[in-house]
């Protein structure tokens, strides 16, 4: 079966642009998540939608990441006037049974 | 706040031998704890998982964990290493049920398989 597809697989921005990634959960599952990967950080944790609704945004790292869900399904990170420290791999990952989590391939976030 | 340490950012072994990847969480017993594995420029693919049912996880590739309260350890092990196993390896724990907090991961183990 298909599992959480991610677009665009690399970006390269320049600062201060603003940039969107997407995200395909499971089909079914209604549990999604953001994480960011990079090599100071680790992986962090971004922001949890249950089904088109996200209750808690305080784990974005700044007022120019925002993310939406619509129709229970696709889901985008948003990042305005994109910085250099903003660089890093953006994960997302769908839940299924057990409070188990599968991520996709990521997107290679560049800001030059 | 919750914390989960992976013992060792390098792990050296030589192929055939065992492999033995540590991982400790903080706090109390957590709900489910999991082994993810990174390949290079791909994303996380889960080894196996630890939901209560059992204190012994078998995972895929021959890998395995054992969950042990009194230690707050959930470590990874196979007997014989494969030139395929070199890969990061992952530690994560879902500290609250129903997963509104995400996933707390440790800062990963990069494994190197000596031929």
């Known amino acids: 079966g298909a599992g959480v597809s991610q677009s665009p697989s690399n970006k390269v921005t320049e600062k201060g642009k603003d940039v969107e990634l997407r995200c395909d959960p499971i089909?079914?599952?209604?549990?999604l998540y953001w994480y960011r990967q990079s090599l100071g950080q680790g992986l962090e944790f971004l922001i949890y939608f249950q089904g088109n609704s996200a209750p808690d945004k305080s784990g974005l790292p700044s007022d120019r990441f925002s993310a939406e869900r619509t129709g229970g399904s696709v889901s985008t990170l948003t990042i305005q006037r994109t910085q250099q420290e903003d660089s890093a791999v953006y994960l997302c990952?769908?839940?299924?049974?057990?409070?188990?989590?599968?991520f996709g391939p990521g997107t290679r976030l560049t800001v030059l | 706040a919750q914390s989960v340490t992976q013992l060792g950012s390098h792990v050296s072994v030589s192929e055939g031998a065992l492999v033995l990847l540590r991982c400790n969480y903080s706090s109390s017993v957590p709900p489910y704890l999991f082994w993810y594995v990174q390949y290079p420029n791909q994303g996380l693919q889960l080894l196996l998982k630890?939901?209560?049912?059992?204190?012994l996880v078998k995972g895929i590739n021959g890998f395995e964990a054992e969950f042990k309260k009194s230690e707050t350890s959930f470590h990874l092990t196979k007997p014989s290493a494969h030139m395929s196993d070199a890969a990061e390896y992952f530690c994560?724990?879902?500290?609250?049920?129903?997963?509104?907090?995400?996933?707390?991961f440790g800062k990963g183990t990069h494994l190197i398989i000596q031929p």
């Open positions: 994560a724990v879902a500290f609250s049920r129903g997963g509104a907090d995400g996933l707390t």
């Open positions: 990952a769908s839940r299924g049974f057990l409070d188990t989590q599968y």
């Open positions: 089909s079914g599952h209604t549990a």
């Open positions: 630890y939901t209560s049912a059992a204190t």
